[in-house]
Structure formats: C-alpha cells, structure tokens
C-alpha cells in the first residue's frame, strides 16, 4: 500500500459516505467506480464490507425509534429469496444486457418517484413490497446492486429517520450475512483489511459531515436528493453494462 494510493482512497470514501451521512445509501455508487480504477475489484468489496458494517449499525442505532422492525422482516426474506434465482441466472444469463435492463428500469422508477406528488406516505402493499424485495436480491446476486427495495421504503416510510434506518438495518442483516460468507471463503486478505483500516476513520468523517450538513435541510431537499442518487445508480449501472458489454 503506497502512500498515495492510501490518500486517494481516504478521499474517495470521504465523499461517498457523506452521501451516505445524508440519505443512507449510494456510498458503494461513488467508490466502487472510482476505487476500481487503482484496485482489483476482488479487494473492494472485502476491504469495504467491516466499514460497511459498522457504519450501517451507527445509523440504525441512531435512527432505533423510528424503524418498524415488523415492516422490515417480509423485505428481507423476499430479498433472501430472491438471491437463489440471482444465482442461477448468473450461469445462464447475458449479464450485461440484464444489467442494462436493470439500469434503464432504475432510471425510469426514480424518474415515477421524482414526479410523484409530494404527499403522506402510502399505504403498505404486500405485493408491490414482495415484487421489488424479491427483485432487488436477484440484483444483488446478479451485481452486488441492491437497490429496488428503496422504491417500496421511500413510498411507506413516515419519515427521513424511519427510512435511512429502515435501508440500513436491511444493509446491515446483508453484509453479517456477507461476512459470514467472505471469511468462510477466505476471501478477506491482509490488502483488504489495510483498506479497510484506511477507510474506516474516513468514512466515520465522512458521514458525520452528511449529518451535519442533514441538520441544515428540510425533508423536500432530502427526498430530492434520494430521487438523484437512486437515479445516478440506475445511470451508472447503464454505463458499466455498455463499457463491459464485450
């Protein structure tokens, strides 16, 4: 590990949990790309998952009062379920044109979510809720991009509070279950755990700086912002299935 590509690293998960201090999700959107560009895509995620962790426990602890647990269990055993035919289709499949299919449909559900009126939130539908959890653990197999289920918590979610613990309790039940996997596998490698340790005080900077800034800003800025990273994940998703479509 150089002492650049320490400091560049430091950077990139600066930023990317910032934006997650601020609406819960995206930090993987900023620094997968970015971090893929001077590291092998097999350390990243190992090297990023305990900050991950932890970092998700955080928020889920300071938001405890508004999460409904009972809303929350359904979602992820539709995501768990998803993941077995996530896992087949990855034998079977054109992934690059399923993840450019993924990428437009993200695209076009943030595009419903930010001409949605801005009314009180919906009523819970079980189905619509078992569609898009069940949809979004055939993603994450697939790509390691878990986002569909945001769609049904940002429609059912009483609050900012409610919904960036609700994303990350769900994150936080993945990435245990992640871990348990990686270290079964010995996939966690003394250069991961070194990202790791120079990703941890940057992302604990990082996020305390979104929440600061999250004090500052009323719910229809931080919807705004939601609607723009989840729809900058669908984008983003599009362009790495066109640049990888070879």
């Not at 990139?12 to 971090?35: E, Q, S, W």
């Not at 079964?184 to 790791?196: E, K, V, Y």
């Amino acid at each position: 590990m150089t002492i650049s590509l320490g400091i560049y690293i430091f950077t990139v998960i600066l930023f990317a949990f910032i934006i997650k201090g601020l609406v819960g999700f995206g930090d993987p959107l900023l620094y997968n790309p970015l971090l893929s560009v001077k590291i092998d895509n097999k350390y990243i995620s190992p090297g990023l998952l305990p900050v991950s962790l932890l970092l998700n426990a955080v928020i889920v602890y300071r938001s405890r009062d508004s999460i409904r647990p009972k809303k929350l269990l359904p979602i992820c055993f539709w995501m768990l379920l998803g993941i077995i035919p996530g896992t087949l289709l990855l034998k079977y499949a054109t992934s690059w044109v399923l993840k450019l299919v993924l990428g437009v449909l993200i695209v076009l559900l943030g595009a419903e979510m930010m001409t949605r009126s801005d009314e009180p939130s919906s009523k819970p539908n079980p189905i619509f809720m078992a569609v898009m959890s069940f949809s979004s653990g055939m993603t994450s197999a697939l790509f390691g991009i878990n986002l569909l289920f945001l769609v049904y918590l940002e429609r059912t979610s009483s609050d900012r509070d409610e919904f960036r613990g609700s994303i990350c309790l769900v994150f936080l039940i993945e990435s245990i279950f992640r871990l348990a996997v990686y270290g079964a596998s010995d996939i966690i490698t003394a250069f991961s755990l070194s990202i790791a340790a120079i990703s941890l005080p940057a992302a604990l900077i990082g996020m305390w700086i979104g929440m600061q800034i999250d004090k500052k800003i009323d719910d229809l800025l931080i919807r705004k912002l939601i609607v723009y990273v989840f729809i900058i994940g669908g984008i983003s998703t599009i362009l790495r299935a066109l640049i990888t479509r070879s």
